[in-house]
């Protein structure tokens, strides 16, 4: 797929960066034709000016054996739905639906969105900035009436540090904005490497730090140390060791592994862990890989470890399967209400769910039957159950229905809301008396939305948003400190024990508000 695309889009790459009248394939050509085909948005509604939004919705990608006779297949995604990364696309769904509403915030515009899924992949998250920057037209004319602007205002995601890196390479040549909610590497930090990335949350510096913190609070000296092999990892666990030195704490052993390192790599890591004498680990990893580890961990007894987590997997719902993290604890992003999100959700119905096939993945997940119109015969005869329309999310506890556990949500929430402030500060004119006055018709240029989202200063639900020099959060780093307790029902749920503040003078930042419970149900260390 991606031999086939480059040369167009290297082309028009050039052409637009250097902005060229018309770049000829051929002597009576003026425009270029796409090779390959894009992969499909997987959420889209129309509006005045449209938003992009990648994100992490499915775990890996189809592979797929090209036998190069004819032109490959679009890359897609595979494994089962990830509710979190669903909770934040229909979380920029809700703040779309908001800010449309609004009279004091582009009064009679509409905003319209376009989302991607990544597939937790780079190589698919850079196609989706290519489609967001490029549009999804067959055929792109280059002569002097194409306009230099691209297909969305700006763009929300991606889900890791890794694939945000990606998508800014590309982004960043047209000077389209990136606002992540979830890519915490403090690489990104540098303007001159990712001039418009921005993000609403906090560098991992200020989370190595408060890791470090927390290992020196409670007496522990000889740890371990585990990391995803990407930029978030290597970076997050590099600033977590230098404090950690400082602190006179011992490392016994530091590796690194992603998901699709083979078996063998990952079970010497696992050996390394099982006849190590650490019992403390640090684990600055993504959710999605160290799910790996711990599907090896299990396979064989292994020592009782006291886990200490990164914000990548600390609120995972799917690692809660696992009996290996009783008595861990971790950092997570500040709750932060989101008035009226609970019920957006809940208001889905099988009518709505079956018009895309996300939703309809979603729904059938859910309740575990199939919607009309999408069952052969054959399925009727394997005993597949029809959805019958009356399902209701209201019945269903589930990791997605439940808004307090939705901390990095209110990122992408907080992230839409910048947007769509600096697209005001664009089109729209303050008046002395009544409304703004929008110009819904204006052709937006990148670079006059990237400068207006430098300047946003803007309070929702009681939570100002703002951004530094360098595009991270301004008002610095709140963490809260999670515990992963059994409940009385004998389940694992997540708990919320401290908070660390990186405003508060050092040695002060971390306040704990109740018990922690250890491994075993322990209450001492």
């Not at 009996?323 to 959700?345: D, K, N, T, V, W």
């Not at 240029?445 to 989202?453: A, F, G, S, T, Y």
């Amino acid at each position: 797929m991606w031999k086939s695309k480059v040369p167009s889009l290297t082309v028009f790459l050039i052409h637009w960066v250097l902005g060229f009248q018309s770049v000829v394939w051929k002597e009576t050509s003026a425009s270029c034709r796409l090779q390959g085909t894009f992969n499909p948005h997987v959420l889209y509604m129309e509006g005045d000016f449209v938003i992009g939004g990648v994100f992490s919705l499915h775990p890996t990608v189809r592979i797929v054996e090209h036998n190069y006779t004819r032109q490959p297949e679009p890359t897609q995604c595979t494994g089962r739905l990830s509710l979190i990364g669903l909770s934040f696309a229909r979380a920029m769904e809700f703040a779309i639906k908001e800010i449309n509403s609004k009279q004091d915030l582009l009064p009679n515009i509409t905003l319209g969105y376009q989302m991607h899924d990544s597939c937790t992949a780079i190589p698919m998250a850079v196609n989706a900035a290519f489609q967001l920057a490029n549009g999804q037209d067959a055929e792109i004319v280059t002569d002097a009436s194409c306009p230099k602007v691209a297909s969305v205002a700006a763009v929300v995601g991606d889900s890791t540090s890794a694939s945000s890196i990606g998508m800014s390479r590309i982004l960043g040549l047209f000077g389209i904005p990136q606002v992540s909610h979830f890519a915490t590497c403090s690489c990104l930090s540098n303007k001159q490497q990712y001039p418009t990335f921005f993000r609403t949350v906090p560098s991992d510096n200020f989370q190595a730090a408060a890791l470090a913190q927390v290992v020196k609070y409670f007496g522990w000296k000889w740890i371990g140390a585990v990391r995803s092999n990407t930029d978030y990892g290597n970076s997050g666990m590099a600033s977590f060791l230098r404090v950690a030195e400082k602190e006179g704490i011992c490392i016994e052993y530091s590796v690194a592994f992603v998901k699709t390192d083979p078996l063998r790599k990952v079970k010497q890591i696992a050996d390394i862990i099982r006849h190590s004498t650490a019992r403390v680990i640090v684990a600055f990893v993504q959710g999605s890989d160290l799910r790996v580890l711990l599907s090896e961990l299990i396979k064989e007894p292994q020592p009782r470890l006291q886990w200490i987590g990164s914000e990548g997997w600390m609120i995972e719902p799917d690692l809660l399967n696992f009996g290996l993290f009783s008595g861990a604890i971790g950092f997570s992003f500040e709750a932060f209400a989101m008035p009226g999100f609970r019920q957006f959700l809940l208001d889905l119905s099988a009518i709505e769910a079956s018009q895309t096939s996300l939703l309809k993945e979603f729904w059938e997940d859910t309740f575990g039957c199939k919607l009309q119109g999408e069952i052969t015969q054959m399925g009727l005869e394997q005993g597949v159950r029809v959805c019958t329309g009356s399902e209701n999310l209201n019945n269903v506890n589930s990791f997605f229905t439940d808004t307090s556990q939705m901390r990095v949500v209110n990122m992408v929430y907080k992230a839409t809301y910048a947007i769509a402030h600096a697209l005001h500060g664009v089109v729209c004119n303050s008046r002395q008396q009544g409304l703004p006055n929008c110009n819904k018709s204006m052709i937006l240029e990148p670079h006059q939305v990237l400068q207006q989202l430098k300047k946003v200063n803007f309070t929702v639900n009681g939570y100002s948003v703002m951004f530094n020099s360098n595009g991270d959060p301004a008002n610095g780093a709140i963490y809260e400190l999670i515990n992963w307790q059994v409940s009385k029902e004998g389940k694992l749920q997540f708990v919320t024990v401290g908070h660390y503040d990186a405003s508060q003078p050092k040695d002060h930042e971390l306040r704990l508000i109740r018990n922690i419970t250890w491994l075993d149900g322990r209450t001492e260390v």
